[in-house]
């Protein structure tokens, strides 16, 4: 240590100390202060050369090289394996010296031909060694304790002084990552960009790529139907074909391990099964990797990847910022995801969708615009340029069927921000630039960041018009041929009731039975129009519906005995035992309606026996039950019983007619008015058919 | 012998109800277009109007209003006979209109519709 030296020797420590320290205090960053530092060693030791090696990873690199020539600078970093002497001291963490070099196996050619003797030193600093110094000399000298004593101390100030650039090094590197982040948190709260993921995507990677040193970046998805996680584009330094060929599955290498446990991973060399992944991709020249899931809410989508061609190529800090940049990732990832589920949503509603572009718009938080994609502005006949910065209010507004403008609190884009359901509504309108309104089908989701908070919300619309147009003209086309049939079904009945009453000539015999059978020929045309025009109706919301408090024991009573004369036809027993109930909450033409079709059917598919009408009730409801002793309904046919045009086709159904309408309009007419239908049956023994109204 | 009026646009309809009253014992008159039918009814002086709502040019509840303008037809029965289907605003309409009945064709023999012609007669 200084203090033991010399006067002389203490004055050359102190000068050389305090030259480095002025080395030190005005480097700017670290290849500025190689030189200078390695100029006051050569004159503080006397010596020929000098060299500096840094120790990265599991590589010495030489940083500078004073008095041996260029070409040693030209020699690759000196890998751990290859050991020789700048190894032994890094690991020994003490000095050594070599009088002859020529008898010793040093890593250097360049310096084993030009030089005779050396010292090489560690760097330490708190108990670290960052790297090593060397000195030498062309001709033999032995080098004394002394010298190695001064030589250790400068590259132990060396090693403090390269540890602080370091530091600041790191935290300026640091800030701009930092800078980079805040630009990329920018990026993906415009949502606008969100909608460009393919590009934003490839930015997010491309930086990512970029700021960690890396040589390619590539995200995988989970693929639930394949069961594999699967690369998708964009990628960063991937060909189309790697793209393709990497996958793996979930429980497979880096990737697999880093999608099961959600964690991130710092891979510096690589497994034997993470290394097969890669080359199956015709990626073995990836030497290092850091993994990180795509992880929104307590889901994870996939797994981001940075790759390096070099070994250790990724330090502690490095994972700690890749996890910040994919969660960005993750963000935009499930934007995406969200978007494209949205667009698949609507396309169940109609295959007219594929042909016709739909407007997308987006808003902030504060409910103002910031995307309207180019669909939109076909649409509206807006700029987006023009709605940026603007509420939907201020622009396209918003009118409900009526066209009186939504006010701000019923607005349902208002509800998305606030509540985050998702919403869809069919009769509403916005306005065009030129000032007109049109009838739009719009659909709100909100956008949310990676910790599910509400950052926005989208708003597809698409034009409705056309569509409208082409329903009412299906509606008059209904009404019209329903109409049209009606004429001519009434012809025939009217002539065929004058003819079977004699009116032109007595009838009798074969001959009158056959007009018989036309005539109820007739009267199933004349149902089968009615049913259509039905469900027309009811599918349409046309029917209206006027509940009041009504005597349900008093109807069944009334058509009871209407339906009494079908009953006598077929030596069939109607039954009802008429007595007190609670009046019911419903319309009593449609219930009118209910109790002829269930009765009606009852007596329709029953050939010997009864039909029993019974009423009963529970806490809110009155229950009404028509059992028969008919034929019965499979369990199978059950299940479909009250569906549209669902016939039950059995032997015995076949010579009963009918249009399969009659349950489904029933089955409307009763839940319409907040009422439940079910049927108990057993085949060959009868059916019990139920109906519940709620009690006024 | 009643008089009867039967405005109808349809010929088939028309031409089986004509042949019902005529059956059963009417002075049948056939009109075929609303306006039609306002002439037949000044002129003719019918006992009763069978009337049917949807027609071209002049549809039905035109031809009651006109109708009922006409000191010379104001009082003569009209009985509505339509498939237009028993909607209250059409009902309602007709009852405010002062028609004595509203039938549904497809649902009413031909039968029940001389029987509710007799009824609107006699009253």
């Not at chain 1, 004699?502 to 039975?513: N, R």
């Not at chain 1, 549209?644 to 309009?665: A, D, N, P, S």
């Amino acid at each position: 240590m200084p203090g033991e030296e010399s006067g002389d020797n203490l004055k050359i420590v102190l000068d050389t100390w305090y030259a480095i320290s002025k080395i030190i205090a005005q480097a700017k960053d670290l290849p500025s202060l190689w030189e200078p530092l390695f100029k006051v060693v050569l004159k503080a030791l006397n010596v020929d050369a000098g060299t500096l090696m840094t120790l990265e990873g599991d590589y010495l690199v030489r940083r500078v090289a004073i008095g041996m020539g260029e070409e040693i600078m030209k020699e690759p970093p000196i890998h751990q394996s290859q050991g020789g002497v700048s190894w032994s001291v890094v690991k020994s963490r003490q000095p050594k010296i070599i009088t002859d070099l020529a008898k010793e196996k040093i890593a250097s050619k360049v310096l084993a031909k030009t030089m005779h003797s050396l010292v090489t030193v560690p760097m330490m600093v708190r108990d670290q060694t960052l790297g090593v110094m060397s000195v030498f000399t062309r001709k033999e000298r032995n080098f004394d304790q002394k010298d190695v004593n001064l030589f250790a101390s400068i590259a132990n100030q060396a090693a403090v002084a390269i540890a602080s650039i370091r530091s600041a090094e790191l935290l300026e590197e640091n800030r701009r990552r930092l800078a980079e982040l805040e630009a990329l948190n920018e990026l993906s709260k415009s949502i606008s960009t969100l909608f460009d993921f393919e590009e934003t995507l490839f930015s997010i990677v491309g930086l990512m790529t970029r700021t960690l040193r890396s040589d390619m970046g590539v995200l995988v998805l989970y693929d639930h139907q394949l069961k594999l996680l699967r690369a998708v584009k964009p990628a960063f330094g991937l060909n189309d074909a790697q793209i393709k060929d990497f996958r793996t599955r979930p429980d497979e290498g880096v990737t697999g391990q880093s999608f099961c446990k959600g964690i991130p991973i710092r891979l510096n060399r690589l497994d034997g099964e993470t290394q097969q992944v890669l080359r199956r991709a015709g990626l073995s020249e990836v030497k290092s990797i850091l993994a990180a899931p795509l992880k929104v809410k307590s889901q994870t989508l996939g797994v981001i990847h940075v790759f390096s061609k070099n070994e250790n190529n990724f330090h502690e800090d490095d994972l700690r910022l890749f996890m910040i940049l994919s969660s960005q990732a993750a963000v935009v990832v499930n934007s995406s995801k969200m978007l494209r589920e949205i667009e698949e949503e609507r396309k169940k509603d109609s295959a007219l969708l594929a042909s016709i572009g739909e407007g997308v718009l987006a808003i902030d938080r504060g409910g103002k615009i910031i995307m309207l994609n180019p669909a939109g502005e076909q649409i509206t006949g807006f700029l987006e340029e023009e709605l940026l910065g603007q509420t939907i209010k201020e622009t396209l507004g918003l009118w409900d069927k009526d066209e009186k403008q939504i006010a701000d609190q019923d607005s349902p884009i208002a509800k998305v921000l606030t509540e985050g359901k998702k919403v869809t509504l069919s009769e509403i309108y916005l306005r065009k630039r030129d000032g007109t309104l049109f009838p739009a089908y719009i659909s709100v989701a909100a956008t949310r960041d990676a910790d599910d908070k509400i950052i926005g919300a989208i708003v597809v619309f698409r034009d409705i018009t056309h569509e409208l147009e082409v329903e009412q003209m299906k509606q008059e086309l209904i009404s019209i041929a329903t109409h049209e049939l009606r004429t001519p079904i009434t012809g025939i009945k009217g002539y065929l009731d004058m003819i079977l009453a004699g009116d032109a000539g007595p009838v009798s015999g074969e001959l009158k039975e056959m007009l018989e059978e036309i005539t109820r020929i007739n009267q199933r045309l004349a149902d089968l129009v009615d049913d259509l025009l039905n469900v027309g109706r009811l599918e349409q919301g046309r029917i209206e519906f006027k509940p009041v408090a009504m005597d349900i024991a008093q109807l069944i009573d009334e058509v009871v005995k209407e339906l009494q004369i079908q009953a006598k036809e077929k030596n069939l027993e109607l039954r009802f035992e008429k007595h007190e109930m609670e009046k019911v909450k419903a319309d009593p033409e449609r219930t009118r309606q209910i109790l002829i079709n269930l009765i009606g059917n009852a007596i329709k598919y029953t050939e010997h026996g009864s039909v029993t009408v019974t009423l009963g009730k529970n806490e809110h409801e009155v229950i009404v039950a028509v059992e028969d002793t008919g034929i019965g309904i499979s369990r199978e046919a059950q299940k479909n019983l009250f569906e549209k045009f669902y016939r039950v086709k059995t032997e015995k159904t076949r010579q009963i007619t009918g249009t399969g309408l009659g349950l489904w309009i029933t089955k409307q007419l009763v839940e319409k008015q907040g009422g439940k239908i079910w049927v108990e049956s057993q085949e060959g023994k009868g059916s019990t058919f139920s109906f519940s109204l709620p009690m006024a | 012998m009643s008089k009867i009026l039967i405005i109808e646009d349809d010929i088939v309809l028309s031409r089986m109800y004509q042949k019902k009253f005529e059956q059963d014992g009417y002075q049948v008159i056939a009109a075929y277009s609303g306006g039609e039918g306002l002439v037949a009814a000044s002129r003719e002086k019918p006992d009763c109007i069978l009337l049917d709502i949807m027609m071209p040019a002049m549809d039905g509840f035109t031809v009651i209003r006109n109708l009922k303008q006409d000191e010379a037809t104001r009082n003569i029965p009209i009985v509505i006979l339509t498939n237009l289907g028993t909607s209250e605003i059409f009902i309602e309409e007709a009852k405010r209109l002062g028609v004595k009945d509203y039938l549904i064709k497809y649902k009413t023999s031909a039968k029940d519709v001389v029987a509710v012609v007799e009824k609107a007669i006699n009253k």
